[in-house]
């Protein structure tokens, strides 16, 4: 049989997704059920437990594939980065309609009616898709009866010009293992959310990232000839340059997304955590 990476391919040895039928050994074989994600965030974990590990988080109006429902978790595949765990299974259901826009700004609020005095119902980070039914002066009316300030939406094929600058956003943000909100996010999770909004189609762990992404740029001692938006990899650990010198990343020294010299940084974590610099990617 073939050897799968279990992040990305839906296996166990009990169960599996029909389409593995073949390619992994499994008592039984299951056809996907479409649902999508109808909270703001929902924890994707390792095991179906609250107390496991955080691998990373699905957003409102992501689409998943169920391969299995049982005492309140679901076991499933995220149609975006094709990430496999458990989600809470109330935070699921079937028969939703696809977002029209996605929240644009850091977070915003789901009001009960046109007006931002009244409660919030929840909060959306980045990313977040809605089904807008129809807008109304300042709100957007959402198909489950929320309002959202009409200018944090853009429409769901409308993507940001610059994925830096998406990532500049989040400075401040606490680091969350796992985490993919502006609550609380990782180092490949922000690289992800960055690059999705910029309509780039990105794994989630940063192993894949590196895997995936654009082209290597040779790299010495000095560290020079980078350009802003290049991606600098470590074993377990990406990095984004806001310009040639300077290193935007999500980590566990400052548990912030932090900025600071590349080259600080770079002798830092080859004695202290992560090792040397494994590669450094460049987009288009």
Request: glycine share 8%; with cysteine.
């Amino acid at each position: 049989m073939t050897i799968l990476d279990r992040r990305i391919h839906a296996f166990r040895p009990d169960l599996a997704a029909r389409h593995l039928a073949g390619k992994v050994e499994a008592a039984r074989f299951a056809d996907a059920q479409p649902m999508r994600v109808v909270v703001p965030s929902a924890p994707l974990r390792r095991e179906p437990r609250p107390d496991a590990a955080l691998d990373t988080e699905a957003l409102a109006g992501e689409l998943v594939d169920v391969y299995e429902r049982e005492e309140g978790w679901a076991w499933v595949q995220l149609a975006t980065d094709g990430y496999v765990g458990y989600l809470p299974d109330d935070a699921l259901r079937p028969d939703q309609p696809a977002p029209t826009h996605r929240v644009a700004a850091l977070r915003t609020f789901v009001y009960p009616g046109p007006s931002i005095k009244l409660p919030p119902l929840a909060s959306l980070s980045l990313n977040a898709g809605v089904a807008v039914l129809e807008t109304k002066g300042d709100f957007a009316i959402l198909a489950d009866g929320g309002h959202v300030f009409l200018k944090h939406l853009v429409p769901a094929d409308r993507f940001e010009a610059d994925f830096v600058a998406v990532a500049e956003r989040f400075l401040g943000v606490p680091y969350l293992w796992g985490g993919k909100t502006s609550l609380g996010l990782d180092c490949s999770g922000l690289t992800q959310l960055a690059l999705t909004a910029a309509g780039i189609a990105s794994p989630r762990d940063s192993d894949m990232l590196e895997a995936a992404l654009g082209s290597p740029v040779p790299f010495d001692e000095s560290l020079s000839g980078l350009r802003r938006g290049d991606l600098v990899f470590w074993k377990g650990h990406v990095g984004i340059l806001t310009d040639p010198d300077t290193l935007l990343h999500a980590n566990g020294y400052t548990m912030t997304v932090h900025r600071e010299p590349l080259r600080e940084a770079r002798d830092r974590i080859l004695t202290k955590s992560f090792g040397a610099i494994t590669s450094i990617k460049r987009l288009g």
